[in-house]
């Protein structure tokens, strides 16, 4: 049941790099991560590549295959065509720092930037009441495995490096989006949002939920509601007035 | 050469090494009690095994069965662990759970709710009630979300992909530490009166592990070189149900709470084989009929079911079903929770493994069996600490999590291992902060010759002769060995043999040779994780060479009973020799296991 497969990856570092071809032993059942695994094994000893889990839940290894922002470990070699030979390159949004091994410290920087949660003053300590319905909306942004695949597809800050400053990318509006739907989170971060952290950078091409290997659905459920309740409170005096609302309260 | 090499320096009051929940926990405890900290991970912060755990949090809330307490949670470790537990930190952990698991609330943690909008709980083996906090079966990404937002929040210097290879002393103390960087190779040294280990597991030594590249037992190899003792390294828990097919997954876990959810084994037969297997100590509270089995996910008046034994128990099981000829195609039992609840019902209880099946091996688990096996999981021995402190034997060297050892015993059950975390995290935090706070002008000094001695010898694989040996072809042999001899079921031959495999795999690791450079090579990372695996290995095979019956994780084919005698014993070891070219060579100790109280012990006599 094993077969040779042709890997195509970009071998490198910051100041430049080619493909190297390497041919391997593939068995039914494996995934892309398997077979970089089994050239770095027998052929190529010191190829650069991060993973964890090998199980789609730590979001490390993250890579373009065949030019699609994926998951290594997540993707099987039964979608690819018998003969059909495997590319693999870095994340292009990133810095490499060795062959699939990207600087991703943009995204740390980003996370550093986040007003922590802060409870109201109804609730102020845990344990919280909070219903189920209502923790929802937040816990479908928390399934967030950081593998930045979002980040690296999105084409405000793909090959332009001149926006990177100002806009802090899908995951981070899904974290902004998850905050201000926490049904007990006080703190307003909208016009933070909007004015240091990008949001109108966005329009809402859609391409970060196609490659998020959680099935979040960033720009839907995170990304518009955001836009609109911005909108909201900078427009709109009656919202503003009636203040937002977070879920119904106990 | 490290001669040459201008070594980066910082200087801290504690450094925490790992990135995990006790990790991360301990490094809040020791920032908010005012110490400079440093938290160390080998990967990318928030990528820790952690993320891997599913279940959930055990902690008596009372949530649901408001019959449930400390005390309960209490006997249930105690007897899942088969008495050979801690006592004092088995009772610090039930009490304490409750309040470590609101406070990751306060810090943004979203939990599933029960009707009333409290934290809901869920039924796992071996606990009396349903008690698990959890988010779906994602509940270890929560916890260390929370945590590494807490921890960047309050502005802890995380240092990401730097890799511990020493710990540094000054006399009998801890001074600090040497570490490299992933991305460069370049060494980063560490002053600092107080560190806390927190590098959680050692499966990567077997073939058929749940656990991932990190588990290598780093802080009991750092321990051990550093003078500190390990416990009871015997006990290695085999969670029963890890995938077995593909191969590429192998190994992969599949979470309790599959079985926790309605979830039953059964074998080739279609039998549903746990009821073969209640071990006397747990019949009076274990249902023998299915019937009253099904009742129990209801009404918790009846006993539970067999499938949610403790886990050293189904395992032992489900590898006796399988030897026998009852296994299924590719080696496992079939665990089935298709026939006995909704599609619905399993996609939102179960999000991840429903996607973990699909996705990896075509199997919709809402239609059909899965197909599982026992798989390496989790340490139960470790660094011996003292219970309050989480302190080991040398002054400044704390350990918590799956790194240290007694909170356990012979078994751990499952969902103790996350509220582990934060106990004994936030307590090692706590007090290393304290230790180093207490020491004033008189601190441990770095010794310049141990850095650079250090630092040599993790250069050594670039520098090798003639005979050399690949890390990758050495820790296959090393993952072999282990899982053939010194696995589920051992005897003292296959111990033996593997010991001796063991001391020429050290030998042939001493030529280990690497290609490449220092920048980001995954060969070298390989070659000096492999010092550890095999140090580890030396470890595990040793102690359960010396525990002569069997209790918990621990099975022997030539003692197949648990014995009065060695349910008093803890099993101690201590590294006494490392040095040039000789062998290393493990003193092994007996010592008396501490006796709980009257009161905390007439917990234990009442069986139901
Ligand atoms: S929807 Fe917005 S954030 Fe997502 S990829 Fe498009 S522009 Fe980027
Ligand atoms: S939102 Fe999805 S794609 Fe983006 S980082 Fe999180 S898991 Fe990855
Ligand atoms: S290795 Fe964890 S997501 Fe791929």
Redesign the interface.
Known sequence: MSYDLTLRIWRG?ANGGDFREYVVQA?????VL?VVHRA???VA????????????????CSAEVNGYPRLMC?T?LSIFQPGETITITPLRTFPV???L?TD?SFN?ER??Q?P??T?TAEQP????????PD?ER??EF??C??CWLCQDTCHVIRDHEENKPAFAGPRFFIRYAE?DM?PN?SLDRKKFVQDEQGLGYCNITKCCTDVCPEHIKITDNAIIPMKERVVDTKYDPIVRFLGRRKGTK? | MPAEETFEHHDYDVVVIGAGGAGLRAAVAAHESGARTALICRSLLGKAHTVMAEGGIAAALGNLWPEDNWQVHFRDTMRGGKLLNHWRMAELHAKEAPERVYELEQWGALFDRTPAGKISQRDFGGHRYARLAHVGDRTGLEMIRALQQRAVSSGIDVFMELTVTDLLKDGDRVAGALAYWRESGRFVVFQAPAVVLATGGIGKSWKVTSNSWECTGDGHALALRAGATLLNMEFVQFHPTGMVWPLSVRGLLVTESVRGDGGVLRNSENKRFMFDYIPEFFKAETADNIEEADRWYEDKHNRRPPELLPRDEVARAINAEIKAGRGSPHGGVFLDIASRRTPEFIQRRLPSMYHQFKELADVDITKEPMEIGPTCHYAMGGVEVDPDTQASLVPGLYAAGEVAGGMHGANRLGGNSLSDLIVFGKRAGEYAAAYAKGLGAQRPRVNAADVSRAAEDALAPFGAGTAQENPYALHQELQETMQDLVGIIREEGEMRQALEKIASLQQRARNLSVEGNRSFNPGWHLALDLRNMLLVSQSVATAALERQESRGGHTRNDYPTTDPFWGKQNVVLALTGEAGQGPTTLAVKRQALPEPPPELAALLEDAH
């Open positions: 570092d068995e039914e059942g494996q995934v398997d770095q094994a027998t000893n010191d190829l650069a590549v991060r993973w964890n889990c090998k199980a789609g839940k730590c979001g490390s997540m099987r720092i060795r062959d091994v991703v740390y996370a550093r986040v922590a949660f409870p300590r845990a344990p919280f009441t909070m219903f189920q923790v937040s816990q928390r399934k495995i950081e905050l926490h989170d106990a």
